[in-house]
């Protein structure tokens, strides 16, 4: 069982930037894969960014990509997800999510509780 506990959102005017986090516990943090997903209001819910457990390796969606950065940091056993040049449709719930085996296993495993962030033009 893994527990994840988001924080870091908020209200923000377009161009801003957040730093949202995810502190997980439950297994050991280094064998995790992790990743970012949001969901807008009336929309499914989609992939945001992810990051390997092996040599921490990243990728991001195409729509945050150049704004977006996801990372890790082992000895806090937190993820992280900067998001810089913010715009209104970045407005969505963030969720962190945790692969148990790897990113190509499929869904994740599990999911944080969602944090809002809203962009505000």
């Known amino acids: 069982q893994v527990q994840l506990v988001e924080s870091g959102g908020g209200l923000v005017q377009a161009g801003g930037s957040l730093r949202l986090s995810c502190a997980a516990s439950?297994?050991?943090?280094?064998?995790?894969?992790l990743g970012w997903f949001r969901q807008a209001p009336g929309k499914d819910r989609e992939f945001v960014a992810h990051?390997?457990?092996?040599?921490?390796?990243?990728y991001h969606a195409d729509s945050v990509k150049g704004r977006f950065t996801i990372s890790r940091d082992n000895a806090k056993n937190t993820v992280y997800l900067q998001m810089n040049s913010l715009e209104p449709e970045d407005t969505a719930v963030y969720y962190c999510?945790?692969?148990?085996?790897?990113?190509?296993?499929?869904?994740?495993?599990?999911w944080g509780q969602g944090t809002q962030v809203t962009v505000s033009s």
């Open positions: 999510a945790v692969w148990t085996i790897g990113v190509s296993s499929g869904a994740p495993d599990y």
């Open positions: 439950g297994r050991t943090f280094s064998s995790l894969a």
């Open positions: 990051i390997r457990r092996s040599g921490g390796s990243t």
